[in-house]
């Protein structure tokens, strides 16, 4: 069966410090990967996402980057955080079929930027 | 941005009574999901209906689609405290960039007093 690590769970960080957040599948050969972030009480806004290795997409300008450097790792970063940073960050994969829309969520990490 | 919109923003309910959430779009469909989010957890999907489809079914979860009014709801029958969560409908639409789009709503918050 298939799963889906994130880590880590909380973070807090100040103003101005890196961020690596990192995402890994297992189970699964060839996933398209998603990441998201969620305001309190608010939808999902997609971030990035990949459909192989190196591959990636940006759908938000933003203070933001991702790398997949290995076909079930896909990272998030930031050289220097701001306030606005601060949200529920979800992981997400799907087959990489067409057709396949179902995508699979990992348990999220919570940043607080102070 | 979002394309699907739930109804109620949040609804409470006791335990053992229907809930019924709404979701409208604005853009023709492939499909459309609905996502159940516990608190300070990922996405679990629940049920995909496609657009040919009228009417689907999955234990007590009833998802009907209205392709005419850009419009889906979400039955849960004889509801849970278990079921207290935030729901999510989220639409397919076509290929972008080699992977499914898929855009999320803003949810309906569930409580189900026991």
């Known amino acids: 069966s298939q799963t889906i690590h994130q880590w880590p769970a909380t973070l807090v960080q100040p103003v101005g410090s890196p961020l690596s957040l990192e995402c890994t599948v297992e189970?699964?050969?060839?996933?398209?990967l998603y990441w998201y972030r969620q305001a309190a009480g608010r939808g999902l806004q997609l971030l990035f996402y990949?459909?192989?290795?190196?591959?990636i997409s940006s759908e938000v300008p933003q203070n933001l980057s991702a790398s997949r450097p290995q076909d079930r790792q896909f990272i998030l970063s930031s050289k220097k955080l701001l306030l606005s940073d601060s949200g529920f960050y979800l992981c997400?994969?799907?087959?990489?079929?067409?057709?396949?829309?179902?995508?699979?969520f990992g348990p999220g990490t919570r940043l607080t930027v102070t | 941005s979002q394309q699907g919109e739930e109804d109620p923003q949040a609804l409470s309910i006791q335990e053992g009574e229907n809930a019924t959430m709404n979701c409208s779009y604005k853009?023709?469909?492939?499909?459309l999901q609905w996502y159940r989010q516990n608190s300070g957890r990922g996405l679990v999907h629940l049920i995909l209906?496609?657009?040919?489809?009228r009417e689907k079914h999955s234990g007590r979860l009833r998802v009907t689609l209205d392709t005419s009014k850009k419009s889906s709801s979400l039955l849960i029958t004889a509801s849970r405290a278990a079921d207290t969560a935030s729901y999510f409908c989220?639409?397919?639409?076509?290929?972008?960039?080699?992977?499914?789009?898929?855009?999320f709503g803003t949810g309906t918050k569930l409580q189900v007093i026991p």
């Open positions: 989220a639409t397919g639409g076509g290929n972008s960039g080699g992977y499914q789009k898929v855009t």
């Open positions: 189970g699964t050969s060839n996933p398209n």
């Open positions: 990949s459909v192989g290795i190196g591959q």
């Open positions: 997400a994969w799907s087959y990489g079929l067409p057709g396949a829309y179902e995508q699979y």
């Open positions: 209906i496609r657009s040919n489809e």
């Open positions: 853009t023709s469909i492939n499909n």
